[in-house]
């Protein structure tokens, strides 16, 4: 749990460049509200918090 905010992990095949948006204008990056509003709280969540969502994420087969 090294990471404190929504760095790409170093093997993440995710491409940021916002060039792959598909209708995002100006390279801007749409994101769910929802994942916006966990990346917002990120930093003030407790450990214990953070380590229970990036298990929940493991365990859903997403890579985290």
Do not use: K, Y
């Amino acid at each position: 749990m090294g990471r404190a905010g929504l760095e790409q992990s170093p093997n993440s095949s995710v491409d940021f460049d916002g060039s792959n948006c598909g209708g995002a204008q100006s390279g801007a990056l749409a994101v769910d509200p929802d994942l916006m509003a966990v990346a917002t709280a990120w930093p003030n969540l407790p450990a214990t918090v953070r380590a229970g969502i990036i298990a929940m994420v493991r365990a859903s087969g997403g890579e985290a």
